[in-house]
């Protein structure tokens, strides 16, 4: 089992019934709203374009709305990427039958064979995340402050390959999210955008 670690700079507990209290008020608040219309609201029709059998008429008008959507900010670079390598590597990640450390590795290392020009670990686990919530978290900064502020940052992520940290992030995100009762990794990714938003100042006494 992964042994997880607590920085002393990793700022105040977010315990799993916070996280969860946090998620429930901000869903009925609307604090929600803006963040995930810009990243989840089209994900039941962005996943259709990731079926294996629609890959081969994707477009790269529809790539460039997935790498936005992803939070992806370096279009231009990502818009280089001819499109048929695009839908290549996109099949590998979804689709091939190697091992997920080794598709991972391929699609965000740099170097790797997949690799796409302006994309790494953040647009890579969030197409998994599109195509099965249920599986796969999101790996960006927001996920990793979650994880500290939680207490159950995996001591092995300084290290590796970046395939194998996934899964030891996976494995902390899956028992983060089981404790929390959140219904999906989305519920998740959205939780860790909550508590990484600076909070609002308060007034100065009088």
């Given at each position: 089992?992964?042994?997880p670690v607590t920085s002393p700079k990793s700022g105040p507990q977010s315990g799993?019934?916070?996280?969860?209290?946090?998620?429930?008020e901000a869903s009925e608040s609307g604090a929600l709203d803006a963040y995930r219309k810009r990243r989840w609201a089209r994900a039941a029709e962005f996943s259709g374009w990731l079926e294996q059998d629609a890959l081969t008429a994707l477009e790269?008008?529809?790539?460039?709305?997935?790498?936005?959507?992803?939070?992806g900010?370096?279009?231009?670079?990502?818009?280089?990427?001819?499109?048929e390598e695009l839908r290549d590597s996109l099949d590998f990640l979804l689709y091939d039958n190697i091992k997920l450390e080794g598709r991972f590795d391929e699609c965000a290392?740099?170097?790797?064979?997949y690799r796409l020009a302006g994309t790494g670990?953040?647009?890579?686990?969030?197409?998994?995340?599109?195509?099965n919530p249920a599986l796969f978290c999101v790996w960006n900064g927001n996920a990793e402050r979650l994880l500290r502020r939680a207490g159950a940052y995996p001591g092995t992520m300084t290290r590796g390959p970046e395939g194998?940290?996934?899964?030891?992030?996976?494995?902390?995100m899956s028992r983060l999210r089981a404790q929390s009762g959140l219904p999906d990794f989305i519920?998740?990714?959205?939780?860790?955008?909550?508590?990484?938003?600076?909070?609002?100042?308060?007034?100065?006494?009088a």
């Open positions: 089992m992964i042994q799993p019934a916070e996280l969860r209290r946090l998620y429930c790269p008008a529809q790539a460039l709305r997935l790498y936005r959507a992803s939070g900010r370096d279009a231009p670079a990502f818009s280089a990427n001819p499109i290392t740099p170097g790797g064979a670990r953040e647009f890579v686990s969030w197409l998994l995340c599109l195509r194998i940290r996934y899964l030891d992030l996976l494995e902390a519920a998740l990714d959205e939780t860790a955008w909550l508590t990484a938003r600076p909070k609002p100042r308060q007034p100065k006494p």
